[in-house]
């Protein structure tokens, strides 16, 4: 069965800082990855899938399936980005996603 | 765009009442799922549907049953509320089809159930 591990439940950055997520997963096929982001009040909405390989809102992601990791990174945080994030795999052939715990970004001033 | 609706934002139900949360999804899509969100356990899959009258459970489905008689139409049924399902519950559908694995999910706003 595959898994999603977040290590991080609540990250505090500065404004202007790095910021990266991390994501680890278990899975002994090709995976299917996705980081989803909640803002305040706001539906769960995808940010970027790794098979997309764009950079939403200066956020990137890469598969490293030597490490089974899909860290997300932003090179210069926002207030605007604070907000929860999932990270997510999909199995080959599978309709399901499963979900890591999340983690909350504070963007502090 | 992607529209999914969910039929209520907060509920407040009894102990042993049943409860229907429906979800409504516009873009034709063939998968339709139901979460629970609880703080430090991220989403947890509940149940979900890949064609009309089709359903497999998920992770969670313990108290939970579903129905899908239009292909637009998900509802969780909550068949007597406990006080452990006070819980965000979402509702997503996806648009992939048998073989092409997992597709990106769209996400309904939530409902909020508080079982007193």
Known sequence: AQ????????????????VELKCNYSYSGSPELFWYVQYSRQRLQLL???????????FTADLNKGETSFHLKKPFAQEEDSAMYYCALGALGDYKLSFGAGTTVTVRA | DVKVTQ??????????E?????????????????YRQDPGLGLRL?????????KEKGDIPEGYSVSR???????????????????????????????QGADTQYFGPGTRLTVL
């Open chain 2, 7 to 16: 039929s209520s934002r907060y509920l407040v139900k009894r102990t042993g």
């Open chain 2, 18 to 34: 049943k409860v229907f949360l429906e979800c409504v999804q516009d873009m034709d899509h063939e998968n339709m799922f139901w």
């Open chain 2, 46 to 54: 509940i149940y979900f549907s890949y064609d009309v009258k089709m």
């Open chain 1, 3 to 18: 898994r999603v591990t977040q290590p991080e439940k609540l990250l505090s950055v500065f404004k202007g800082a790095p």
């Open chain 1, 48 to 58: 970027l899938r790794h098979i997309s390989r764009e950079s939403i809102k200066g």
């Open chain 2, 69 to 99: 008689e239009k292909k637009e139409r998900f509802s969780l049924i909550l068949e007597s509320a406990s006080t452990n399902q006070t819980s965000m519950y979402l509702c997503a559908s996806s648009l992939a089809g048998s073989g």
